[in-house]
């Protein structure tokens, strides 16, 4: 019998590589997204479109905010598992836009939790952030870690979900895992992010903003590494036997799971694996640190490793090659 998700943020980039694994593995999947104008909407048509070469991919164009488009879907399709990508991204845009992350991020989720309780899948899996840990200066980050200082609204939204998201586990048995995923990159990814961005520039000889004068490092996590995490995980269902290191709620079949690479990577590094697979030197332009930021992020993903015996393990350099490839490609440069 062929399983069924839906999946929220289909036409995105993560959401996008998700949807592409679970065809690939045999599922049904619903996909909604809004198609909103955040970046060029042209990249998120044909990923929909590479996805709807598959007969077993739905494409549903709406806004998650939406009254009763959610509750619509689940009630028609029935998913096995929900996997909740859709969220108005980006750290900065939150500082400028910060309405649109109570459309998205809250009142969003609040209609999927909704939905979910009509129509209760077998696990249904939220993306959180990295950005959640806030002002943490102990690294690296383990789940179970406190999580109260957010530096930026877009990181307290996403906290805000998982506290959202383990009442409804706790108040309708709803077994839901939060996923934190760190700096993700790869192919088709999003032209807000520092690697499009320093790519596009380093390719038309434009110098490239390095924040907190490059005094920075990040977990960068390669996408399908995060896929597959994502994929193990549906199988890991939240339940009353914890595992070494877990974040198991005491009062609900909630948990919470980073998904890193477990290497924390200096931005210097990074933009030096982008210059070795452009072949060109960056012009860089050192500028102070930006509000909402934060220094260093590194993930300890023994949890992952726990639950699924899996471990993302891509090396910063092959995936950065493999994106700069997939840019030239599509861009024709």
């Known amino acids: 019998m062929t399983r069924t998700a839906l999946v929220t943020g289909s036409a995105g980039f993560i959401g996008y590589h998700l949807c592409q694994r679970l065809l690939d593995d045999g599922w049904h999947v619903i996909g909604l997204d809004a198609m909103i104008d955040y970046y060029e909407v042209s990249l998120k048509e044909r990923r929909h479109a590479m996805l709807l070469q598959n007969a077993g991919f739905t494409a549903v164009t709406a806004r998650i905010e939406t009254p009763s488009i959610l509750h619509d879907l689940m009630e028609t399709h029935r998913p096995e ?32 939790l909704e939905a979910m309780r009509a129509f209760p899948p077998a696990h249904s899996l939220l993306a959180s952030t990295s950005s959640a840990y806030g002002a943490n200066t102990e690294m690296p980050y383990a789940e179970t870690m406190r999580a ?18 383990h009442s409804y586990a706790h108040l309708y048995d709803l077994p839901t895992t939060m996923f934190r995923f760190f700096t993700v990159y790869g192919p088709w990814g999003r032209p807000d992010m520092a690697l499009f961005k320093f790519t596009k520039a380093i ?31 549906i199988a890991a269902v939240p ?12 009062v609900a079949p909630f948990r919470v799971v980073n998904i890193g690479n477990s290497n924390s990577v200096r931005l210097l590094d990074f933009i030096e694996a982008i210059e070795a697979a452009t072949g060109r030197k960056a012009e860089k332009n050192f500028m102070d640190m930006q509000p909402g930021d934060v220094p260093a992020t590194w993930a300890d993903a023994s949890l992952l490793q726990h639950l699924t015996q ?19 490609a599509y861009y024709d440069v």
Do not use: C
């Not at 859709?86 to 845009?93: H, K, L, M, T």
């Not at 930026?152 to 805000?160: I, L, Q, R």
């Not at 595992?243 to 709620?249: A, Y």
């Open 81 to 112: 598992a929900v996997v909740h990508l859709a969220a108005q991204a980006g750290v900065r845009y939150s500082i400028d836009n910060p309405e649109s992350y109570v459309e998205a991020n809250l009142i969003g989720t609040f209609r999927l």
């Open 148 to 165: 109260d200082h957010q530096m930026s609204f877009y990181a307290a939204t996403k906290k805000a979900n998982e506290a959202m998201a």
């Open 203 to 233: 390719l038309e000889d434009r110098p490239i903003d390095v924040y907190n004068h490059g005094e920075m490092s990040r977990d960068f996590t390669y996408v399908t590494d995060l896929v597959d995490g994502i994929v193990r995980l």
């Open 239 to 250: 339940g009353d036997d914890p595992v070494e290191g877990d974040s198991l709620s005491p």
């Open 310 to 328: 899996y471990t993302p393990r891509t090396d910063v350099r092959d995936g950065v090659a493999a994106f700069v490839a997939w840019y030239r």
